[in-house]
C-alpha cells in the first residue's frame, strides 16, 4: 500500500478529509486485516500551523503504527489464549482511570492552595525529622580555586582564612577577578562531595574523619590552589537540617494536600450522588 496517497488527499482538501463520520460518506483510508482506519479516525491528530509535508509524513506514520498494531494484535490473538471478557474490563478500567485522572486534576488544580508557611514547613520537620537523615555528608562553608600566580595571594589566604572574621566582600571581589570558579554562600548547606570534585580533597578516603579534622584546607594542583574553609558539617546518617530539605518539605505538603483533594472530591461525589438517590446496594 502506498501511503503517500494519502498526502495528496490532504493536500487537496484538508478540510473535508477531517469532518465527522455522520457529515460525509467515509471511504476508509487503510484496512489490516478485518479492520478499517477512518479519515475521522485521524481528528485531532494534525497540529495547529503545521506545513503539508510534515502533515503528511505525520499521517503517513499514524497510518503505519496503527497498520503494526492490528497486526500484532491479530498475530497474537492467534498464538496466546486469552479472556475476551478479562481484555475488556481492562480496557475499561484504564479508560475510567484516564477520565477520572483528568477530572481530578483538573478539581486539584481549581482548589490547591500551594503557599506553605514556615511555620507549616518546621511543624512538619519537627514531627518527621526522623524520616530526613542525610544520605551523604553535607557542609556549610565557601570554596575558591585560584591560580597560583594570582597577584596579593598571601593577602587573599589571609582573608579567606581569617573569615568570618575578615570581611567577605573583599573575598567576593578578590574572586570575581582572579578565581577560576569559587563558591561563598556561607550560609547555605551543599553536598561535600559535589564541593571537592576536581580538587585534590576528591581522593580521600576517611572523609567523615576529615570533617572532623579539618575547618580550613589549602591544596595545590596543576597549578591552581583549592581553598576550604567549612564552618559546619554534618554526616551522613545524621538527621538533616532543615535549611537543606525545606524545599523538599514544601513539596511533601503540597502532595499531602493534593491527596486530601482528591479523598474530599470522592466523598463528595459519593455523598451528592446518595442524596439523589444515584445508587442501591441489594442486600439478600
Same mark, same amino acid.
Given at each position: 500500500?502506498?501511503?503517500?496517497?494519502?498526502?495528496?488527499?490532504?493536500?487537496?482538501?484538508?478540510?473535508?478529509?477531517?469532518?465527522?463520520?455522520?457529515?460525509?460518506?467515509?471511504?476508509?483510508?487503510?484496512?489490516?486485516?478485518?479492520?478499517?482506519?477512518?479519515?475521522?479516525?485521524?481528528?485531532?491528530?494534525?497540529?495547529?500551523?503545521?506545513?503539508?509535508?510534515?502533515?503528511?509524513?505525520?499521517?503517513?506514520?499514524?497510518?503505519?503504527?496503527?497498520?503494526?498494531?492490528?497486526?500484532?494484535?491479530?498475530?497474537?490473538?492467534?498464538?496466546?489464549?486469552?479472556?475476551?471478557?478479562?481484555?475488556?474490563?481492562?480496557?475499561?478500567? $484504564?479508560? $475510567?482511570?484516564?477520565?477520572?485522572?483528568?477530572?481530578?486534576?483538573? $478539581?486539584?488544580?481549581?482548589?490547591?492552595?500551594?503557599?506553605?508557611?514556615?511555620?507549616?514547613? *518546621?511543624?512538619?520537620? *519537627?514531627?518527621?525529622?526522623?524520616?530526613?537523615?542525610?544520605?551523604?555528608?553535607?557542609? !556549610?562553608?565557601?570554596?575558591?580555586?585560584?591560580?597560583?600566580?594570582?597577584?596579593?595571594?598571601?593577602?587573599?589566604?589571609?582573608?579567606?582564612?581569617? $573569615?568570618?572574621?575578615?570581611?567577605?566582600?573583599?573575598?567576593?571581589?578578590?574572586?570575581?577577578?582572579?578565581?577560576?570558579?569559587?563558591?561563598?554562600?556561607?550560609?547555605?548547606?551543599?553536598?561535600?562531595?559535589?564541593?571537592?570534585?576536581?580538587?585534590?580533597?576528591?581522593?580521600?578516603?576517611?572523609?567523615?574523619?576529615?570533617?572532623?579534622?579539618?575547618?580550613?584546607?589549602?591544596?595545590? !594542583?596543576?597549578?591552581?590552589?583549592?581553598?576550604?574553609?567549612?564552618?559546619?558539617?554534618?554526616?551522613?546518617?545524621?538527621?538533616?537540617?532543615?535549611?537543606?530539605?525545606?524545599?523538599?518539605?514544601?513539596?511533601?505538603?503540597?502532595?499531602?494536600?493534593?491527596?486530601?483533594?482528591?479523598?474530599?472530591?470522592?466523598?463528595?461525589?459519593?455523598?451528592?450522588?446518595?442524596?439523589?438517590?444515584?445508587?442501591?446496594?441489594?442486600?439478600?
Amino acid at each position: 500500500m502506498r501511503i503517500a496517497i494519502l498526502g495528496c488527499i490532504l493536500l487537496l482538501g484538508s478540510c473535508e478529509f477531517f469532518k465527522p463520520k455522520q457529515e460525509m460518506d467515509e471511504n476508509p483510508i487503510a484496512k489490516a486485516v478485518d479492520n478499517y482506519l477512518y479519515p475521522s479516525d485521524l481528528e485531532g491528530l494534525l497540529p495547529q500551523n503545521i506545513s503539508a509535508e510534515d502533515s503528511t509524513r505525520l499521517v503517513e506514520r499514524y497510518i503505519e503504527d496503527w497498520i503494526e498494531k492490528q497486526l500484532m494484535i491479530f498475530r497474537s490473538s492467534q498464538v496466546v489464549d486469552y479472556n475476551e471478557a478479562e481484555i475488556e474490563r481492562k480496557v475499561l478500567d $484504564y479508560r $475510567y482511570a484516564l477520565i477520572v485522572h483528568n477530572f481530578e486534576k483538573q $478539581y486539584i488544580q481549581r482548589n490547591l492552595n500551594t503557599d506553605v508557611s514556615q511555620e507549616d514547613i *518546621e511543624k512538619y520537620y *519537627e514531627e518527621k525529622s526522623d524520616n530526613f537523615l542525610l544520605k551523604q555528608n553535607i557542609i !556549610r562553608c565557601i570554596y575558591a580555586q585560584v591560580p597560583t600566580n594570582a597577584p596579593d595571594l598571601n593577602q587573599f589566604r589571609r582573608n579567606f582564612r581569617a $573569615y568570618p572574621e575578615s570581611n567577605l566582600e573583599d573575598i567576593r571581589a578578590y574572586c570575581s577577578r582572579f578565581s577560576v570558579k569559587s563558591f561563598l554562600e556561607d550560609s547555605l548547606w551543599v553536598i561535600f562531595d559535589d564541593v571537592i570534585i576536581g580538587t585534590p580533597l576528591e581522593t580521600i578516603q576517611n572523609k567523615t574523619d576529615f570533617l572532623s579534622r579539618h575547618t580550613y584546607s589549602e591544596t595545590t !594542583r596543576d597549578d591552581q590552589i583549592h581553598f576550604l574553609k567549612i564552618f559546619e558539617f554534618k554526616i551522613s546518617d545524621d538527621i538533616s537540617p532543615l535549611e537543606f530539605i525545606k524545599e523538599d518539605i514544601k513539596s511533601i505538603i503540597i502532595n499531602k494536600r493534593k491527596l486530601t483533594l482528591k479523598k474530599e472530591l470522592e466523598e463528595k461525589i459519593y455523598n451528592e450522588a446518595r442524596e439523589e438517590n444515584m445508587f442501591e446496594i441489594y442486600r439478600h
